[in-house]
């Protein structure tokens, strides 16, 4: 993966990522890694995560639309920018929250409105931001799932 990123990365113009967590909440911990790399490479790095938690995070376990959560900034109707303070709407701290406590900002994908809309969205975001390479990760088997 490491050469076929590097080959990537010399096209890209911007030198700016978006590297996500394509499964469950906890999965943008295992964008760290790559997320080093890119920087290495001098990229700017944005970190993001489904909106996904599981049941002991949350009493409504499973993905979120962007309109269940409060304190988060919204970009378009898929993605939206999360920080420490985004809540769900009955006070349950998500896990894009809770990595923002580190990474300070977090984009939050919301895969409720199907797949071409969320394409959509993230192109939209990918365009007006500038980003030029996006690279999604999975820490286990449940993006096989969806």
């Known amino acids: 993966m490491k050469m076929e990123i590097l080959r990537i990365a010399k096209q890209c113009r911007f030198k700016k990522a978006l590297i996500f967590g394509m499964g469950g909440g906890g999965d943008i911990v295992g964008c760290v890694t790559t997320a080093n790399f890119l920087k290495e490479l001098g990229f700017e790095v944005l970190y993001g995560s489904i909106v996904w938690d599981r049941m002991v995070v949350d009493p409504k376990p499973g993905p979120r639309m962007i309109e269940e959560l409060k304190n988060i900034d919204v970009v378009n109707s898929t993605v939206a920018i999360a920080n420490e ?20 900002k977090v984009v939050a994908l919301d895969i409720t409105k199907g797949v071409k809309k969320l394409v959509d969205g993230i192109a939209s975001f990918v365009e007006q931001s500038k980003i030029d390479l996006i690279v999604g990760m999975d820490s286990g088997g449940d993006a096989l799932c969806m």
């Open 85 to 104: 303070n985004t809540r769900t709407y009955y006070d349950v701290i998500p896990t894009v929250a809770r990595a923002s406590k580190i990474l300070k």
